[in-house]
């Protein structure tokens, strides 16, 4: 079975100040790991994603996030956050063989003017 | 040209009627899911069909019930509604595993 922990609910970070919002996982196989962001009142969209290769993949509006397999974690990051990145964010994991996606329970980021 | 549209955006209904909620999507995707967040923002798979055929059917009541015309449309059809199935429910397409989903905007479902 699969299971995707984010260790944090709540992230407060004031404007242009560096974030990390954590994901563990839980596979006994090869995954394919996502993170999507959920602005209010809107459908989910597609930040960032690793399949393979280089361990550390780059998405849009400036995140990135580190593939570390041996920590089993998928860690986005920002080096520095605006006010429009304040939104909830989700990871995800689907084994490379698997027909569903497994999501996180969000984390949400707030950015402090 | 929206790539996964849902209607009605937001449905407000009485207790014990029944609804039904439309997602179409233009991508020529094969799969297709229903997705409720509850008020904590938490997602839960409720339905997927795979080219008209069900492939996911999680535990939900069985007063939900998908219906699959083609592969383009997946529709819901929720039977005398409760106060609990008030929530925002989702619908999201997929080309293959690793693409991801893409998601509608989203139905606001409240019953009262």
């Known amino acids: 079975a699969q299971s995707v922990t984010q260790l944090d609910s709540q992230v407060p970070v004031f404007e242009e100040a560096p974030v990390e919002l954590r994901c563990n996982y839980s596979s006994s196989v090869s995954v394919y790991l996502f993170w999507y962001v959920q602005y209010p009142n809107q459908g989910l969209q597609l930040l960032l994603k690793?399949?393979?290769?280089?361990?550390l993949v780059k998405g849009i509006n400036g995140f990135e996030a580190e593939f570390n397999k041996s920590q089993t974690s998928f860690h986005l990051r920002k080096p520095s956050v605006h006010i429009s990145d304040t939104a909830e964010y989700f990871c995800?994991?689907?084994?490379?063989?698997?027909?569903?996606?497994?999501f996180g329970t969000g984390t949400s980021l707030t950015v402090i003017p | 040209d929206t790539a996964v549209s849902q209607t009605p955006k937001y449905l407000v209904t009485q207790m014990g009627n029944d609804k039904s909620i439309k997602c179409e999507q233009n991508l020529g995707h094969d799969t297709m899911y229903w997705y409720k967040q509850d008020s904590k923002k938490f997602l839960k798979i409720m339905f997927s069909y795979n080219n008209k055929e069900l492939i996911i059917n999680e535990t939900v009541p069985n007063r939900f019930s998908p219906k699959s015309p083609d592969k383009a449309h997946l529709n819901l059809h929720i039977n005398s509604l409760e106060l609990g199935d008030s929530a925002v429910y989702f619908c999201?397409?997929?080309?293959?595993?690793?693409?991801?989903?893409?998601f509608g905007s989203g139905t606001r479902l409240t019953v009262v």
């Open positions: 995800a994991v689907i084994q490379n063989t698997g027909n569903q996606f497994y």
């Open positions: 690793y399949l393979s290769g280089s361990t």
């Open positions: 999201a397409s997929s080309l293959d595993r690793g693409n991801g989903y893409t």
